[in-house]
C-alpha cells in the first residue's frame, strides 16, 4: 500500500496543532504503524516533544534549497516505529529562499518522493507552522492524503477552516494538487463543563459532518506537560484521559485511512 501523506495545519496557533501531531504520530506509532513525523515549524516544537535536541543543520531547510537528500535528515526517536525530520530556526528563512526557486510549491513534494519511493513508511505526518506562509502551502501540496486540522473549542474556530477551504479551492485551481482536500477536523482543548464547549462541537459537526473525527481532544494538564519531558503522552502518562483520547483518534485515522492497525507493540 502506498505511503500515505498528510498535513497538520491551521493557521492560527496555540490550537493543539504540534500537540496532535506528536501524540497522533506515538499512537499511530504503537499500533505498529511506521511512521515519520516532517517537522516544518521553525518552533521545531514537534522536535523537543519527541526528545530531540534543536540542533543547527538538523532539518529540511538545506535539502529544500536543493543540497542532499531528506532521507538523511531522517532521525530515529526512542519510541518504536515512529522517526522524525527534525526541524530547527534555520527554517525560518525557507519561506523567503523558497519563494525565489522555481516550482517553489512543489519543494516539499519532491524532496518527499525517494522517502515514499523507499516504502519505509506506512504514514508520513507533516507539521506545519502556524501560518499560510510558503512552508505551509509546501505542505498541503505534497499531502496527497489531505489535511487533518486542529481546530480549538472556541467562537473564532470556525474562521479558521472558511480561510483554509479558501486556500484549497485556490491550490487545486492551480493543479499542483488537484484531489486537495480536509481529511478530517479535530475538536482540541475540549472541556465538557462548559456551555462554550459543547456549542462549539455542536456548531463544527452541523457545518462538516463526517469530516469531524467523534473522538474530541480534552483541556489537560498532563498532555501540556508531556513535551517538557520529551514524550509523547502516551509515554508519559498512558492511563490519562489525553493519551485515551488520542489512542481513539488513532483508531479513527486507521479506520478513515482503511489500514488495519497490527495492535499494540510490546
Request: hydrophobic share 45%.
Amino acid at each position: 500500500m502506498p505511503t500515505k501523506v498528510i498535513a497538520i495545519a491551521n493557521q492560527k496557533g496555540g490550537v493543539g496543532k504540534t500537540t496532535t501531531a506528536v501524540n497522533l504520530s506515538a499512537c499511530l506509532a504503537a499500533l505498529g504503524q511506521r511512521v515519520l513525523l516532517f517537522d516544518l515549524d521553525p518552533q521545531a516544537n514537534a522536535t523537543s516533544g519527541l526528545g530531540l535536541d534543536k540542533t543547527d543543520g538538523a532539518s529540511a531547510y538545506r535539502v529544500l534549497l536543493g543540497e542532499g537528500g531528506l532521507l538523511d535528515k531522517i532521525k530515529s526517536t526512542s519510541f518504536e516505529h515512529l522517526e522524525v525530520v527534525p526541524s530547527e530556526v534555520d527554517l525560518c528563512a525557507a519561506d523567503l529562499e523558497l519563494a525565489r526557486l522555481d516550482h517553489h510549491l512543489l519543494r516539499v513534494a519532491h524532496v518527499l518522493k525517494p522517502v515514499l519511493e523507499s516504502s519505509r513508511f506506512d504514514l508520513v505526518f507533516i507539521d506545519c507552522p502556524p501560518s499560510l506562509g510558503v512552508l505551509t502551502l509546501n505542505a498541503f501540496v505534497a499531502a496527497t492524503d489531505g489535511l487533518l486540522v486542529p481546530l480549538q473549542c472556541e467562537y473564532y474556530a470556525l474562521e479558521g477552516i472558511s480561510m483554509m477551504n479558501r486556500v484549497l479551492t485556490q491550490l487545486r485551481g492551480t493543479g499542483v494538487n488537484p484531489r486537495l482536500d480536509i481529511f478530517g477536523v479535530v475538536m482540541t482543548m475540549f472541556d465538557g463543563r462548559t456551555k462554550l464547549s459543547n456549542e462549539v462541537v455542536g456548531e463544527v459537526r452541523n457545518l462538516l459532518g463526517a469530516r469531524v473525527f467523534e473522538t474530541v481532544i480534552p483541556r489537560s494538564t498532563r498532555l501540556a506537560e508531556a513535551p517538557s519531558f520529551g514524550k509523547p503522552i502516551i509515554h508519559y502518562d498512558k492511563y490519562s484521559s489525553g493519551s485515551a483520547a488520542y489512542e481513539l483518534l488513532a483508531q479513527e485515522v486507521l479506520k478513515r485511512l482503511e489500514i488495519a492497525g497490527h495492535g499494540p507493540t510490546a
